[in-house]
Each structure stands twice: as C-alpha cells, then as structure tokens.
C-alpha cells in the first residue's frame, strides 16, 4: 500500500490517495485477487471510498482517499487487511495550514 503525499494541510480539504494491491513474490501485480479489504483509519482524517472493499470485482487493485479535518493536526495511519492476503499500514501527518498572511 502506498500514498501519494505523506503529508497534508489540516484544511479540511486537503487529502491524499491510498492505493493497495495485492503482489505475488516477485513484487508482480496479482490481478485476479479475491475477498473483501477491510479499512481502518486512526488520526484526524475521514477515509473517502468503499469500506470494506471489494478486492476481486476490481481486479485485485484499489484505492481510497484520506481527507483532512480542519484545524486538527497529527499523525494518521490507514490499515488495510484482508483474510488471505495478510495486513498493510501507511502513515501521513495532517500539518496546520499556513495562511497567506503569515507567509511574509
């Protein structure tokens, strides 16, 4: 699993993608995966997407969004699992938004 921005602006708009899929040994993309991924998020964010998700109706790849909550900062972790295929964890940071004004 990974994310494209470890960090995000506690804006409330402000998020990031988490895209999981399952690998055989090699690190290849194992296409025809099967079962439910079930989604856990801690921290201040909301997870924007399918949870569980249907792991084998799209071909064993996914993806869902953390968005920030305005003005809460600190560390968010989302946690992939699936009964097979074992568990997977990312972490970002919600970081406090920086004003125009304050950029001088």
Known sequence: MTVDDTVITADGSDA???VFHATDTHGNQ???GSGQVALALSGPATLV???PFEFGRYG?????WI????GQQG???LT???PQLGQAEVQIRSVRAT???ELA
């Open 16 to 18: 990031t993608r988490a």
């Open 30 to 32: 194992r296409r025809y």
């Open 49 to 51: 997407g399918d949870n």
């Open 60 to 64: 064993g790849l996914g993806a869902v």
């Open 67 to 70: 968005r920030s909550r305005a």
């Open 75 to 77: 560390a968010i972790t």
């Open 80 to 82: 992939a699992s699936h």
């Open 99 to 101: 004003h125009p004004d």
